[in-house]
């Protein structure tokens, strides 16, 4: 192989060649070992193959319902109980007048 063999082929190897000089989006994926995932993204997504990349998550209503359970620690800011807390603190008139400045 020539010196400009050598480029050529390096160039045409461009798109596909994963080195730390390629172009392509990486995956942002945490490893267990504490640094990021190098592998390249799937396309129009941030993870690779390996961490969800290919993942559309559930379908189904079912899915659905295990997915946000099985996200939730404590449920002290779900959307359903920060309406409730909204809505005691309306029911009761708010602050009281001592705390809310005007008084
Ligand atoms: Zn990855």
Redesign the pocket.
């Known amino acids: 192989m020539n010196q400009a063999n050598h480029a050529a082929l390096t160039e045409a190897g461009l798109a596909t060649r994963f080195g730390a000089d390629w172009p392509g989006r990486r995956?942002?994926?945490k490893?267990r070992a504490g640094g990021a995932?190098?592998?390249p993204?799937i396309k129009d997504r941030s993870?690779?193959?390996?961490?969800g990349?290919k993942s559309t998550g559930p379908r189904t209503e079912e899915g659905k319902a295990r997915s946000i359970a099985a996200h939730t620690k404590h449920g002290r800011r779900s959307r359903e109980h920060v309406e409730k807390v909204r809505r005691s603190m309306l029911n009761c008139g708010g602050l009281p007048t001592s705390l809310s400045g005007t008084g």
């Open positions: 995956c942002l994926a490893t995932c190098q592998n993204a993870r690779c193959k390996l961490h990349g």
